[in-house]
């Protein structure tokens, strides 16, 4: 595996943070999927101070439910006890979902997936795509299960410079929450020099978070099936929230059948929070994305 490393010596963030009191943006489709993203928010709203935005997109006249907008955003204001507001527009949910996270200066967008993602539809409208292009981080949620707190994140290291980006932001839950971290390293057994790095990089990056007064251990797994070996390994250790990182850029393979990061959110019964690199850090390398 050839990577573009991070340097091992001296460990520093890159100090990408969730504002809060921000907002937190939600799609609504009135699936069970989509109202479940809404109880899910609930305490991350209160802890952020955030308010609540419910995004509803309509293709055809007839088909923007206000009313039901409107009882369910009542509804949510009353339950969660923060400001809440919906948005009725016209299009495509994968579409719109970017641009209004954009428009509206999202925090983060916490979308309920109710299919699975094939390859057919990663080069289309699809939650592959619309990931991708926000601007904000995104928390996709799969699993039926409903939780009203989060006591154990993991955090799966590769080393691509981009990966130190999410470290913060799992921080910043932690001390939300009162969770614990767990590193996770997959390497390749073919890859010796790979493996030795990642070891000492993982530990660094454990010293660190200890040093933010949260408790954290670390892992690391040999494998060549890396989105499947996380998901496994998070279901093994009861993980309530998995962070992951987006790649900057897509190899031809990859544009057409996908990452391990977007592997990852495709399989996992578990809450995902995906962070897309920032803009003016972002550079080409080759790790897988996570």
């Known amino acids: 595996m050839s990577v573009e490393t991070v340097n091992c010596q001296n460990y520093k963030p890159r100090y990408m943070k969730l504002q809060e009191r921000g907002t937190l943006l939600i799609p609504i489709d009135f699936t069970e999927q989509s109202l479940l993203a809404i109880k899910q928010a609930y ?28 009882a369910l955003t009542k509804q ?21 979902v970017p641009k209004v996270a954009e428009e509206i200066n999202a925090t983060l967008a916490i979308v309920g997936l109710e299919s699975h993602m094939s390859a057919k539809n990663i080069v289309g409208a699809s939650a592959s795509k619309m990931i991708r292009e926000c601007v904000c981080p995104v928390i996709s949620i799969r699993g039926k299960d409903h939780k009203d707190g989060c006591e ?86 009861e993980s309530d929230l998995i962070v992951i990182m987006n790649k900057p850029t897509l190899s031809i393979k990859e544009f057409f059948s996908g990452t391990e990061a977007q592997r990852v959110v495709d399989i996992s019964n578990l809450p995902v929070m995906t962070i897309n690199p920032s803009k003016k850090e972002s550079m080409t390398h080759f790790g897988t994305g996570l």
């Not at 919906?86 to 994968?94: D, L």
């Not at 993982?202 to 892992?219: A, D, E, M, P, W």
């Open 76 to 96: 949510t204001e009353s339950e969660s006890g923060v400001p809440t507001e919906f948005m009725n527009v016209k299009g495509n949910i994968y579409e719109e």
């Open 152 to 237: 154990n994140i993991l955090l799966p290291l590769d080393l691509s410079r981009e990966s130190r980006e999410k470290v913060d932001v799992a921080v910043q839950f932690a001390h939300y929450f009162g969770a614990s971290i767990r590193i996770l390293g997959v390497f390749s057994l073919s890859d010796a020099a790979y493996e030795n790095q990642l070891l000492a990089y993982s530990h660094q990056v454990k010293q660190y978070i200890k040093g933010k007064g949260i408790s954290c251990s670390n892992k690391s797994l040999a494998s060549d099936h890396v989105a499947d070996t996380i998901v496994e390994y998070a279901n093994k250790i």
């Open 43 to 70: 305490n991350l709203a209160k802890y952020t101070h955030s308010k609540i935005v419910l995004l509803h997109t309509y293709e055809k006249v007839g088909e923007e439910m206000y009313d039901e907008l409107k």
